[in-house]
């Protein structure tokens, strides 16, 4: 009876929270509008809330359906682009233009320009002209039709989009005179290059959005926005991350005073963060229910930065820190930054192109400091280090839940060394449960077999693992088949040994395991720590 009741649509508030819970999946969506009206309905505002942004293979023409909005003497400056409008959808179903919710510029922009290419507009200046024509044309419809934004994301990184500021300054001239477009968005990305005037775009959001809860600002080089942003930070009332990526940008006049009570996490990823010029202490202590920082390969993490820190009042819960060559600390300043910030690490990673000694003495000093590690990232090992970081891993187990060991860079002899070690020590040592493993070793096939027999009792959700020669993969599939497969001790397999497509993937899934390609089932820790945030 329930279930008659939810297929018909007496239960319209739990058919739309499951409609919610498939947003992100396309083919679910499309299979959802054809069980009946109300899931149709509830349906296609998830479709078209960020269409722009849908993966390959990508289809066009909700473009045309979008134009079908354009008044008539829009249409005819469309032909006169050599768009032929009578081929625009004369009827639609839903107000499509309404629903939109995620506007990315340089998505948007790409794509028309890729429509008109397909459209038969050979012409690089056509292209381009047409395409500002219709960017501004698609503002113009998204505001008419009253939709409202919930992320916008400000990206400007190529050359040839210097033709088209006057574009995107007409379209924020357009968002200033109707500010409803954007009051209400809630993440903010902007992305900079030397060419970038956001003056105009500034004013558009902090004189009309208070809704900003995640910030994220991205510059290559210097640029002249200090002053916008620092306004745009003080006009939000709900602010709750701030995300700076490659900057070296002076923000020595960031004042956070409006948000000391709603900013609860910070990223920094491959910043200078001498560069730019703040008070750690002055800064951090104002700031009250900050719960997370995270530092991810980051440069000039200076003895002055951590004195700084060491001198705060309030803890600094440093929840996350990876480095590499450019980015490491001196021993004696890590030993400070584990002092102060150690028992809220939870996510650390170390890259190849590190020294191994540095290391090792790295690697006792996390065993230390750091008991409540969750994600580790590990490349690269020599026989020094090595069984300390097993022994590191063996310490932190009953947090550990995301594992990366990485030996891909090392030469021949050595990797089968080291790779046999890895397999021999690490499945007894692990826990019983594992969000995430990813292995990329030279692998011995009686190495794989001792690994899987010590680890048997440990279930992984995610398994990764890459044969670093792609030799024996019909061998290491075999030994896969015998003590994953059929044990049922993982849900997703990554693995070169199987090509997608194959009667293997299917095999694997009638044991209840989806095979994906590598590269959708690794985790970038960029991405894992956007995740987090």
Known sequence: MACSKFFSGDLPELTNEIIQYFRNDFSTLHSCILVNRLWCRLAIPSLWEDPFSKGYPKNYHFIDIYLHKLNDDDKIK????????????????????????????????????????NAMVSNFDAVLKLSSFI??????????????????????????????YVCFNSAFQLILQNPNFICNVKNLKIYLNSYSDLSLFMKCFYYNCRSISSLYVHSLIDDPVEKGLSNLINSQQNLK???????????????????????????????????????????FDQLNVLDSIHIL???????TIIQQIINLTKPFKLRSLFMDRSSILQIDLLILLLQKSGNYLENIGFRSSINNNYKLQAFKLVKIHCNKIKFIDLQGFDDKNIFSALNLIENIQQNLNYLSICLSKFGL????????????????????????????????????KVFFNNSQCVFIRRFLIREKTHQDSEIILSCIKQYVMKEKRVAYLATDSISIGSNDVEEFKVHGI????????????????????
């Not at 994906?516 to 820790?525: A, S, T």
């Open 135 to 164: 960017f501004i044309s698609l503002i113009k419809i998204f505001i008419k039709n009253e939709a409202t934004l919930y992320t916008f994301e400000f990206r400007l990184l190529y050359d040839k989009d210097l033709s088209s």
């Open 241 to 283: 991350i701030i995300h700076i990526d490659c900057s070296n940008n002076s923000l020595k006049n960031f004042q956070i005073s409006n948000c000391s009570n709603t900013l609860k996490s910070i990223i920094f990823h491959k910043t200078y963060l001498e560069y730019l010029g703040i008070n750690f202490n002055e800064i």
């Open 514 to 533: 989806q095979v994906m390609r590598y590269d959708q089932l690794h985790i970038q820790v960029y991405d894992f720590i956007n995740e987090l945030s």
């Open 413 to 448: 002899y050595q990797s089968d060394n080291l790779s046999s070690l890895i397999l021999q020590n690490l499945g007894q040592i692990l826990p019983n449960r594992l969000e995430y493993l990813s292995l990329d070793l030279k692998i011995n096939i009686n190495d794989l």
């Open 297 to 303: 390969y980051c440069y000039s993490l200076s003895s």
């Open 78 to 117: 469309l032909n006169e682009y050599g768009i032929n409008t009578e081929v625009l959808p004369s009827n639609i179903l839903f107000n499509y233009s309404s629903y939109i919710k995620c506007l990315n510029t340089y998505r948007v922009r790409s794509t028309i320009e890729t429509w008109a290419i």
